[in-house]
């Protein structure tokens, strides 16, 4: 399985970025995708998930400025990302578990056993 992000960049506040995932290896399309973060000095956190059905789950701290979406027919997964704000300057990571159960809140971090090398984004203010 290997999953490999693009999309990062350097932006002002405000700005927007529009992350993508490739995922192959995968034997289906039965599985939860979604995006991590890591920010200097801090614990990685999930940022957005989308399940089997896709049902999305969202950070507090990014609802109503990220969307997630999945395009099975491309095995690619998107993360939106609009008002960036420097706080959401970090690494990341795009993840998969294949399982095609419901998922309705954000997992932790080693529920996800397929990770990406990961993507920066960098906000400036």
């Known amino acids: 399985v290997h999953l490999a992000e693009s999309g990062g960049g350097s932006v002002q506040s405000g700005g927007s970025l529009r992350l993508s995932c490739q995922v192959t290896?995968?034997?289906?399309?039965?599985?939860?995708l979604g995006w991590f973060r890591q920010a200097p000095g801090r614990e990685r956190e999930g940022v957005a998930i989308?399940?089997?059905?896709?049902?999305?789950t969202y950070a507090e701290s990014v609802k109503g400025r990220f969307t997630i979406s999945r395009d099975n027919g491309k095995n690619t997964l998107y993360l939106e990302m609009n008002a960036l704000k420097p706080e959401d300057t970090a690494m990341y990571y795009c993840?998969?578990?294949?399982?095609?159960?419901?998922?309705?809140?954000?997992?932790?971090?080693?529920?996800?056993?397929?990770w990406g090398q990961g993507t920066q984004v960098t906000v400036s203010s």
């Open positions: 290896g995968l034997t289906d399309n039965q599985n939860c």
């Open positions: 993840v998969a578990r294949q399982t095609d159960a419901r998922v309705t809140v954000m997992p932790p971090r080693y529920y996800f056993k397929f």
């Open positions: 989308i399940d089997v059905d896709g049902r999305t």
